[in-house]
């Protein structure tokens, strides 16, 4: 009974662990979105960032975060550490094919979880801007420019369905390496 039962732990973990016979590898990535992703390099590396918040309560953030790419260079991973608020951030960041973008997906400790809808890049103004996508109750404007490679600028504005700002912040950047 005893070796039935391992028999049967073992055929079960081999076929829930082992890889699958109809996994694939992911295909190989075009140059042409080998060349979008490549945007997402003004991201990478380690930054020093300030955070002020004006509404809906004033305060001032700081923290560390690293940006590194994952999964085949096909996102990329941001982790801010233990901001001074004692919070952690996880972002995602990747090339969206069908709607030409970069979407965004923050993930905080305190629970909340933000996605960005694609955002557009400017390769002239060095600028990435994400807007909210139509038909949904908040409206949202989040633009970051990098002035230089080692530094950026954030603003974030959200407003209710009435108008009235729910969050009006800004951040600064500095590339460590």
């Excluded at 002020?52 to 982790?79: C, I, M, N, Q, S």
């Excluded at 305190?110 to 600028?127: F, V």
Aim: glycine letters at 6%.
């Amino acid at each position: 009974m005893k070796i039935r039962l391992l028999t049967a732990w073992a055929v079960l973990c081999n076929g829930l662990f082992a890889p699958s016979a109809g996994a694939q590898m992911p295909a190989p990535l075009t140059p042409e979105i080998s060349a979008k992703l490549k945007v997402l390099d003004v991201y990478s590396g380690t930054w020093d960032v300030t955070v002020r918040t004006r509404l809906p309560k004033p305060t001032l953030v700081t923290y560390t975060e690293t940006y590194t790419w994952a999964l085949d260079r096909r996102f990329l991973h941001g982790d801010s550490g233990r901001k001074s608020d004692g919070t952690q951030d996880l972002v995602m960041a990747t090339f969206d094919q069908p709607s030409g973008g970069y979407p965004f997906w923050i993930f905080s400790s305190s629970g909340a979880w933000i996605y960005l809808a694609p955002g557009q890049w400017d390769e002239a103004s060095r600028t990435m801007v994400w807007k909210n996508p139509p038909n949904i109750p908040i409206t949202y404007l989040t633009r970051c420019v990098f002035t230089d490679t080692k530094s950026r600028r954030c603003t974030s504005l959200v407003k209710d369905w009435k108008g009235a700002v729910l969050l009006d912040q800004e951040a600064s950047a500095v590339r460590r390496r």
